[in-house]
Each structure stands twice: as C-alpha cells, then as structure tokens.
C-alpha cells in the first residue's frame, strides 16, 4: 500500500452521472485497490465543463489535473499511465485551474463548486463559507439591505428586478410573521445553472437564504424546486439537516438568539409554477394559477404575508456581498448590470457549459472563445437568449454587450443566462410556431390572451407557411395577436411568448417564405 494518500475527484453532479460517472467512481476504487493504491475519491459538483464529463480531477503537487471524459474502460489506462502523479495520456486535459476554460472566468458564485465535497461542512468554511452569515448576525437589519442594495444584485430570473428594494419592502412591512421563498422550479431551456449551485454548493444556498430571513425578519424559508431534480432535493434535504445540527440554521443560529428554519417543497411539475405567484400558490397546496397583482408578495406574499421571492442565483450570491461588501460586488459588470452571471451554453456548440462572467462580454465571446462554434461544424445562425420566452438573435445582434437595458434596447432579454445555439439548418418558422405552442401547453389558462392567443398563434403561423396568398394578410393577424398577448397577458408566460415569434419573423423572414419588407412591417 502507498504510503501517501492520493485524492481523486469524481464529480455527483446529475450531468455527470448521466453520462456515467457512477460507475467511474467504482472503476477507480476498485483498480485502485487492486493497485494497492492508496487513493480517496471525492465526489464533488462539477467544474461546468460539461463536454469532458465525467471529469475526473487528481490531486498532485502541482494543483488538480483534469482527465475527460473519463468512462470504465479507461480506469486501468489511466493507472498504468501514472495518473496518479499527473501522468500524460490522451484523457490529460492539464491543470484545471490553467485550462481557458476555467482561466477566463470570473467565478465568484461558482467559487466552489467542483471544488469542494457538497456536504462537508469543513470544506464549506474552509472556502469561505459561512462568512457572510456570520456579518449578518453581528450587524443590523437595516444595514444587510443596505449591503444588498449598494451591490446592485438584481433579480437573475427574468425581471432583473433589484434585489435590495424588494428585500426593503418587505424589512418595512408590517407584520411578525414573514417568509422567504426561493425559486428553484428551474425550467427554462437551456438552463441548469440553480441545478448545479444545489447540488454542487448547497450550502452557498442555505447561507444566502439565512441572510435573507436574517434581513426582512422572516423565520421560515421554504425552497421550491423543480419535481425533475431529484439528486438536487437529495442533496439540499441532506445539507439543511447538517447545517441545522451544526447550528447554522434552527431556533439559535450560532448562538445568537436569532432563528431561521428551511424547508424543501417538491414543485408541481409545470412551467408556470416558475412564475412568482403561481409558485406562492403551489407551495400553499393550490393549483399553480398567476395571481393578480397588486397586491405584490412582498407584501402579500405566502399564506398573505409578506414575503421575499428570489431565485437560485440572487439568493447564491448573497454570501459573497456580505462576506466582501456590496462594493466589491458592484465593481463587476456595466451600466446597471452589475456583478456576475453564470451564462450556460447550449445547444449545438462543440463545448457546452457553464461559465461565469460580469456582465459586459458578448454572445459571441460566448459562442465561440468558451463555446468553441458549432459541434456539426456548420456556421452558427441564431441564438436564443434567455429560455424559450427569450427572443432569437441573428449574427448583427452578437456584438451587443449581455447588459439587461442593452437587450431590451432590441426587444431581448438575457433572463436566467440561459442561450441555446442554432447551426443554419434550422427552420425558424417551426421554432416560431414551438414558441407559440409551449405558451399554449404551458399556460395555467386564467388569462384569455395567454389562453386563447396562444393557440390561434400556432394557426396563424400554420396558415403564413402554408398558404402563400394569405401570408400578408396573415402576418399582419399575428403581430396584431402578439401586442394583444403582451399588453393584456397577467403575466411573462404570455407576455414573452411574442418574443421569440416577432424576432424570428423580423430577422428570419425567409424561413416564413416573407421577404424583409413585408415581415417588418407593422
């Protein structure tokens, strides 16, 4: 038996074990003690590289090696090739942190994820967990909104809304019972960025609700993800139990008198209960139907109290803000863009994955420096931004920096950072007319124009590509549909659906058999 023991790192994460890495861990225990190697396996969250999945990392003097995609058959290889002192072989990628990938990032939500074990408390604190939480508790209320206020942190699901304002509104509101909801029922296409902080970091998490509850008064949280993220709820249900034992979470937070508990709720299973008050109604055991607003949750929120309702990632970037100040926070990105976004790269590119960045880079940056172009090796013709109520971006849009005000300059939105790349085989009128239908599919149906409008979208489209002599009469029916689903829908569902629609036909007019006059005009 070797006399120093060698740690190996295989990733947990739900990608990652799709493709596998189960049974790679197992490989490698068992060649090992074959060996009489002297190694422990880690199973840490993934580093978002997810092409080379499973990645597996060795621990060596120089820093951690990277070998992917790593699958059973290459375990013995891999040993015979002395990966174990970072031995060259075909799966060698080099150093993880020096990899471009990883090296042009700017990764503080995402600091420790792939790092660390996801349930060992250790490894949390020693990469800096807790820290913020533990400024929270020494310092007032009012000063922890204020933190969040000068950071510029804004809502990273769709609205962009600032974070402190809304957590303000709800530290005034009246009332000793309050709540703090975080939204996980991550549905969006393209998207897996609340996926992998829940099962990479699930602390970070906790931690970023803590302080919330901590902020605005509420001593109950409630985390509502998405029913299809099983490994996710494991994990999360796991780490609150732990941080609660180890008094992070319960009746005296680190003996502080202060108290905060934290439950998982398993979400319905439908798109709309993504949306705020659809959600807020599911988690008080309702059909998820959009609620009216006013009033806003903030200050009728859960079972009418006021409440704070975030996402995965405002709430994972809490820590950071408290633990080194709003300004350094607000040092990244642009405009009122401010801090960073974890942009996750999909659809038809060579190296899909999860990078974070301030704000400020561009699509293209992301399409081809860490994306690597298409993986059919055609040229890239369209992206969609933002989940499939995001609008699809021609080549002459690329250049426009990821900043919230700059995308709704062109009738786009960058949402939960979510893109999905197209080559130029794809027919833009069929992905116009998906749009339109999963409005249809999804809507909780209260509203007449998210409803109704949807469905005869999918029939106006149907009849523009279908019958060439009634496509001007047609066109100018679907863009009257579309302002009536946008001006009268309750909420985004409806409201965003005409985005993809309208840029598809605005920038695409060929795939609707238009030519460029006819499809812009109004």
Known sequence: MSASLITIYVPRDAAALAVGADAVAAAVAQEAARLGQAVRIVRNGSRGMLW????????????????????????????????????????????????????????????????????????????????GLQRALDIPPQAVVDEIKTSGLRGRGGAAFPTGIKWQTVLDAPGNEKYVACNADEGDSGTFSDRMVMEGDPYMLIEGMTIAGLAVGATQGYLYVRSEYPHAIATLEAAIELAANAGWLGENIQGSGRRFHLEVRKAAGAYICGEETSMLESLEGKRGLVRFKPPLPALEGLFGKPTVVNNVISLAAVPYILAEG??????????????????????????????ERAFGLTLRELLYDFGGGSASGRPLRAVQVGGPLGAYLPESQWDIPLDYEAYAGVSAMIGHGGLVAFDDTVDMAAMARYAMEFCAIESCGKCTPCRIGSTRGVEVIDRIVQQPHKREHEVVLLRDLCDTMVAGSLCALGGMAPYPVLSALEHFPEDFGLTPPLASAG
């Open 52 to 131: 080379l999945e499973p990645l597996v990392e060795v621990a060596t003097p120089a820093g951690r090696v990277a070998y992917g995609p790593v699958s059973v058959a290459d375990v013995p290889q891999l040993f015979a090739a002395n990966w174990l002192a970072g031995g060259e072989h075909l799966l060698r990628q080099g150093i993880t942190d020096e990899l471009p990938w990883m090296r042009e990032q700017q990764r503080l939500t995402f600091a420790r994820i792939g790092i660390t074990d996801p349930l060992s408390l250790d490894d949390y604190a020693a990469h800096g967990g807790w820290r």
């Open 326 to 355: 709003g300004e350094a926070y607000a040092s990244y990105g642009m405009g009122r863009s401010l801090g960073t976004l974890p942009f996750q790269l999909a659809g038809n590119l060579r190296r899909g994955g999860l990078v």
